[in-house]
């Protein structure tokens, strides 16, 4: 169950809020519609809802805010657009990577892929996807952690009637098991068709809350609004004249001293309220879909016409045999009763009691099984007794309000389509769980592999030239490092890749569905500065092995012989190559971009080199001239075993200018993010 209080969004500047004071209740078991045109706030409220934009009041999903459920992705199932995810992911790999990221087994991927009908599409890319396959995808990634609530943003935009229907049985099935649907949707017929409840807005406010047949009633039938102080008599007279003239007239006395006639014309009303002498204050042909505004005073009297239908008033005109099965299939449907000769009008009022009474959901056991994707989904079969609809009935119902069985018996009804089964186990936290999640993000794209196979071939043909030229000293030649550049192309590549692996969140954000943003807890840090730690270092290991080959082949043995103090060479490399690799992880963690990720790891040692050199070399009174050597006194009784070999090097590492500055970079990015993050929780 659903319960949004006072939803209200900030204002922006003079502008009032685009939603104010909006509260309703959606039940389990149960559909409800937020309708509205654009521009009305439905996805606002949505926004609200699930927090992800700031403003006032409070939704409780069965009883507690989102912000107090330890696993939200657990309880609420959202589809917001279209699906966030990576265009060169295929539709399997981005099912698995949320599997990993929500903690449940990878085989729920498959389980709900079949249910969808995208199997013979799990190893298509996203980016290739039509719009209704992407719906598809959404559905199933709502469904991925079998939630009791489904929050769902305009889900039929851009589909088929048939892919409509689609959407609308698996919704219709979710709620069939006990669960909770919300979804938005700008057409009217189609919310009196598919939900059990209409929750009307318009300029952010809440201007009708009805059940579907009320809503139907009100709304969506052709009718004449007519108010006048003697409205029963007029009633009666009318009731009369259509029985003489064998015309379908309904007449429903509403509150106070309105009716609203159906199947009549203003012109009809107002001649037979002359004939009477009768004053009419009001006299309105509403046709369709008027809006809330046309309903205002109807919408107010609905639960009072629920609770009492006596006071209605009908007309009662008998009709002939031959157009009685017509006008039931047509009473069935939601319609009014048309017919050419004697005929009967019914009671939208009957019809809401007796919609009220059956809504809840019938539960029935599941028959179909959903076709696969890019074939049109087959006609359900019929249940034992019933028939099987042809395409136009099927075309002709998309028309009129969804009713249930126990409205009629014998009507026709499709089977539900299946459902992913329940989660029967829910996986304990666990630490690893960020890092399966990791390394299903970083190796479910070519990007990583095409960085390290373009550093590869970039830093081995950089070796090659600059032994050609000469002049440069061994180490760096091994490198691919000109002293041009600021930083070897192994240590950009370990950069970018550091900054992708927080960037790509950003910008395709596959876990900010619940969220609003891309969540920056500890562990997730911890499993992206590890599986970039051993990214980097791979690709440092390839680096060096690829240039000396590469000098060896061109240029012979002499060039490819390894220093003598390859040790500390050694260590300097792999921690030059690693600290690039933090430094994107954590400003493009800071920054949200990408490029703002990059860019810090470039200014390393553009800017903050520079201003390390010139701290280090400016006038002193006292240097620090014989440190390592102290150092190693020092530690000589405490590493019995020459572990102060490693302190040393560390040390030394440290003092040179690139190291320092990219170890203050460090520190004050990792500062930064850990600052970020506690304010986002204290929020």
């Given at each position: 169950?659903?319960?949004?209080?006072?939803?209200?969004?900030?204002?922006?500047?003079?502008?009032?809020?685009?939603?104010?004071?909006v509260s309703f209740e959606a039940r389990a078991g149960r559909v409800?519609?937020?309708?509205?045109?654009?521009?009305?706030?439905?996805?606002?409220?949505?926004?609200?809802?699930?927090?992800?934009?700031?403003?006032?009041?409070?939704?409780?999903?069965?009883?507690?805010?989102?912000?107090?459920?330890?696993?939200?992705?657990?309880?609420?199932?959202?589809?917001?657009?279209?699906?966030?995810?990576?265009?060169?992911?295929?539709?399997?790999?981005?099912?698995?990577?949320?599997?990993?990221?929500?903690?449940?087994?990878?085989?729920?991927?498959?389980?709900?892929?079949?249910?969808?009908?995208?199997?013979?599409?799990?190893?298509?890319?996203?980016?290739?996807?039509?719009?209704?396959?992407?719906?598809?995808?959404?559905?199933?990634?709502?469904?991925?952690?079998?939630?009791?609530?489904?929050?769902?943003?305009?889900?039929?935009?851009?589909?088929?009637?048939?892919?409509?229907?689609?959407?609308?049985?698996?919704?219709?099935?979710?709620?069939?098991?006990?669960?909770?649907?919300?979804?938005?949707?700008?057409?009217?017929?189609?919310?009196?068709?598919?939900?059990?409840?209409?929750?009307?807005?318009?300029?952010?406010?809440?201007?009708?809350?009805?059940?579907?047949?009320?809503?139907?009633?009100?709304?969506?039938?052709?009718?004449?609004?007519?108010?006048?102080?003697?409205?029963?008599?007029?009633?009666?007279?009318?009731?009369?004249?259509?029985?003489?003239?064998?015309?379908?007239?309904?007449?429903?006395?509403?509150?106070?001293?309105?009716?609203?006639?159906?199947?009549?014309?203003?012109?009809?009303?107002?001649?037979?309220?002359?004939?009477?002498?009768?004053?009419?204050?009001?006299?309105?042909?509403?046709?369709?879909?008027?809006?809330?505004?046309?309903?205002?005073?109807?919408?107010?009297?609905?639960?009072?016409?629920?609770?009492?239908?006596?006071?209605?008033?009908?007309?009662?005109?008998?009709?002939?045999?031959?157009?009685?099965?017509?006008?039931?299939?047509r009473a069935r449907s939601g319609g009014p009763t048309r017919t050419t000769g004697t005929g009967t009008a019914t009671s939208?009022?009957?019809?809401?009691?007796?919609?009220?009474?059956?809504?809840?959901?019938?539960?029935?056991?599941?028959?179909?099984?959903?076709?696969?994707?890019?074939?049109?989904?087959?006609?359900?079969?019929?249940?034992?007794?019933?028939?099987?609809?042809?395409?136009?009935?099927?075309?002709?119902?998309?028309?009129?309000?969804?009713?249930?069985?126990?409205?009629?018996?014998?009507?026709?009804?499709?089977?539900?389509?299946?459902?992913?089964?329940?989660?029967?186990?829910?996986?304990?936290?666990?630490?690893?769980?960020?890092?399966?999640?990791?390394?299903?993000?970083?190796?479910?794209?070519?990007?990583?592999?095409?960085?390290?196979?373009?550093?590869?071939?970039?830093?081995?043909?950089?070796?090659?030239?600059?032994?050609?030229?000469?002049?440069?000293?061994?180490?760096?030649?091994?490198?691919?490092?000109?002293?041009?550049?600021?930083?070897?192309?192994?240590?950009?590549?370990?950069?970018?890749?550091?900054?992708?692996?927080?960037?790509?969140?950003?910008?395709?954000?596959?876990?900010?569905?619940?969220?609003?943003?891309?969540?920056?807890?500890?562990?997730?840090?911890?499993?992206?500065?590890?599986?970039?730690?051993?990214?980097?270092?791979?690709?440092?290991?390839?680096?060096?092995?690829?240039?000396?080959?590469?000098?060896?082949?061109?240029?012979?043995?002499?060039?490819?012989?390894?220093?003598?103090?390859?040790?500390?060479?050694?260590?300097?490399?792999?921690?030059?190559?690693?600290?690039?690799?933090?430094?994107?992880?954590?400003?493009?963690?800071?920054?949200?971009?990408?490029?703002?990720?990059?860019?810090?790891?470039?200014?390393?040692?553009?800017?903050?080199?520079?201003?390390?050199?010139?701290?280090?070399?400016?006038?002193?009174?006292?240097?620090?001239?014989?440190?390592?050597?102290?150092?190693?006194?020092?530690?000589?009784?405490?590493?019995?075993?020459?572990?102060?070999?490693?302190?040393?090097?560390?040390?030394?590492?440290?003092?040179?200018?690139?190291?320092?500055?990219?170890?203050?970079?460090?520190?004050?990015?990792?500062?930064?993010?850990?600052?970020?993050?506690?304010?986002?929780?204290?929020?």
């Amino acid at each position: 169950m659903i319960q949004a209080i006072g939803l209200t969004s900030d204002p922006r500047k003079d502008l009032p809020p685009a939603v104010d004071d909006v509260s309703f209740e959606a039940r389990a078991g149960r559909v409800t519609a937020l309708l509205g045109g654009p521009g009305a706030g439905k996805t606002t409220v949505l926004r609200l809802m699930l927090e992800l934009q700031r403003g006032r009041g409070v939704t409780y999903f069965r009883g507690r805010p989102l912000h107090r459920i330890a696993h939200p992705s657990r309880e609420v199932g959202v589809l917001l657009g279209d699906v966030p995810g990576h265009p060169a992911r295929t539709v399997r790999g981005h099912l698995r990577m949320l599997c990993a990221a929500a903690g449940v087994p990878a085989r729920r991927a498959d389980e709900v892929l079949e249910v969808v009908g995208l199997v013979s599409l799990r190893d298509e890319r996203l980016s290739t996807l039509s719009r209704g396959m992407d719906r598809r995808l959404g559905l199933a990634c709502a469904l991925l952690t079998d939630p009791h609530t489904l929050v769902l943003d305009d889900p039929t935009s851009g589909l088929s009637t048939r892919e409509k229907r689609w959407m609308h049985g698996m919704l219709r099935a979710h709620v069939a098991h006990g669960g909770t649907v919300l979804l938005t949707t700008p057409d009217p017929k189609e919310a009196a068709r598919t939900a059990d409840q209409v929750v009307t807005l318009e300029r952010g406010r809440v201007v009708a809350d009805q059940e579907a047949a009320d809503f139907a009633r009100t709304r969506l039938r052709p009718r004449v609004a007519v108010r006048t102080p003697h409205a029963p008599r007029l009633a009666t007279l009318l009731t009369k004249e259509a029985r003489a003239t064998h015309r379908s007239v309904e007449v429903v006395r509403e509150s106070g001293n309105r009716l609203s006639v159906y199947g009549s014309t203003c012109a009809d009303v107002g001649e037979t309220a002359f004939r009477n002498g009768i004053p009419v204050h009001q006299l309105a042909d509403e046709v369709g879909d008027m809006g809330p505004r046309a309903s205002a005073t109807a919408d107010r009297s609905a639960d009072e016409a629920r609770a009492d239908v006596a006071p209605q008033r009908r007309a009662a005109v008998s009709r002939p045999e031959g157009s009685r099965e017509q006008a039931a299939t047509r009473a069935r449907s939601g319609g009014p009763t048309r017919t050419t000769g004697t005929g009967t009008a019914t009671s939208s009022a009957t019809e809401s009691a007796t919609s009220s009474t059956a809504s809840t959901p019938v539960r029935k056991r599941r028959q179909r099984s959903v076709t696969a994707p890019g074939t049109e989904a087959r006609t359900p079969q019929a249940r034992s007794g019933d028939r099987q609809r042809t395409e136009p009935e099927a075309e002709a119902s998309d028309t009129t309000p969804r009713r249930r069985a126990a409205d009629a018996p014998s009507a026709e009804l499709d089977a539900l389509p299946e459902l992913p089964p329940p989660i029967s186990v829910r996986p304990a936290p666990s630490p690893l769980r960020p890092l399966r999640y990791e390394l299903r993000r970083a190796a479910g794209v070519g990007t990583g592999f095409v960085t390290c196979g373009a550093v590869l071939l970039v830093s081995a043909v950089t070796a090659v030239l600059l032994a050609r030229v000469g002049h440069t000293p061994r180490p760096r030649l091994m490198a691919g490092w000109p002293q041009q550049l600021p930083l070897p192309p192994a240590a950009l590549g370990a950069g970018l890749l550091g900054a992708l692996a927080f960037g790509d969140e950003f910008r395709h954000p596959a876990l900010a569905a619940d969220r609003g943003t891309v969540p920056r807890r500890l562990g997730l840090l911890a499993a992206k500065l590890l599986v970039t730690t051993a990214t980097a270092l791979l690709l440092a290991v390839l680096t060096l092995g690829c240039d000396i080959e590469m000098l060896y082949l061109v240029y012979g043995r002499e060039l490819a012989e390894v220093p003598s103090d390859w040790l500390s060479l050694t260590a300097s490399w792999f921690g030059l190559v690693v600290g690039c690799a933090w430094a994107g992880v954590l400003a493009a963690g800071l920054f949200r971009s990408t490029t703002a990720g990059l860019a810090a790891v470039v200014a390393v040692p553009v800017a903050v080199v520079p201003v390390v050199q010139k701290i280090v070399e400016g006038p002193s009174v006292r240097t620090a001239a014989g440190f390592p050597l102290r150092i190693r006194e020092l530690l000589l009784n405490q590493w019995p075993f020459g572990g102060e070999r490693y302190v040393e090097a560390a040390a030394r590492l440290i003092a040179q200018p690139v190291g320092g500055a990219l170890t203050l970079s460090l520190a004050a990015l990792l500062g930064a993010f850990f600052f970020t993050t506690l304010r986002g929780k204290v929020r």
